[in-house]
């Protein structure tokens, strides 16, 4: 990661709080306070081919994905924002676990990162844009797949493992 210009006080908190109030709707399946954080024609990309644009698309998508879980708790750990390249944009990267139970009981773990863009719009930070980099998917116990081994990250830089 290349060196970044750091956001003012001020904006890094209010980028960090709506890193957290995104979680926090997400535990609470409120789906008007997750809404709430997105810009109007922003992007979600989940990988694996699960992107969308547009606020109400997004917000379809997430219901619709809720809908597979009967409990979640995501958990927001380290982080950081950092100025973008206009007036008004930030970008940003927040790391997550989430912890889950499926509908059909099962349960695991999701060890990621979001990869995040962000608008002031109408005075308020909002993501413009989430990307998720999944490091692990699987069985708490940690016995499923990790995405982030050393080859892995080395395939991704075009080396040989």
């Not at 809908?67 to 997550?96: L, P």
């Not at 989430?130 to 940690?142: I, K, N, P, S, W």
Request: hydrophobic share 40%; glycine share 12%; aromatic share 12%.
């Amino acid at each position: 990661m290349s060196l970044h210009l750091p956001l003012a006080t001020d904006d890094f908190v209010a980028v960090q709080r709506l890193v957290h109030r995104y979680s926090e709707a997400v535990v609470h399946r409120d789906a008007a306070q997750w809404s709430s954080c997105w810009a109007p024609d922003a992007e979600w990309d989940l990988g694996g081919g699960r992107k969308v644009s547009g606020r109400d698309d997004i917000v379809a998508l997430w219901t619709r994905a809720m809908g597979g879980f009967s409990a979640v708790v995501q958990m927001v750990h380290n982080g950081d924002a950092w100025r973008g390249d206009g007036d008004g944009t930030a970008s940003g990267r927040w790391f997550i676990d989430e912890r889950f139970q499926r509908t059909d009981g099962e349960t695991g773990m999701l060890l990621a990162h979001y990869d995040d863009r962000y608008e002031r719009v109408g005075g308020e930070w909002l993501f413009s844009s989430r990307f998720l980099e999944v490091h692990y998917r699987g069985a708490a116990d940690l016995s499923g797949r990790f995405f982030n081994t050393a080859a892995a990250f080395d395939e991704r830089r075009g080396m040989d493992a």
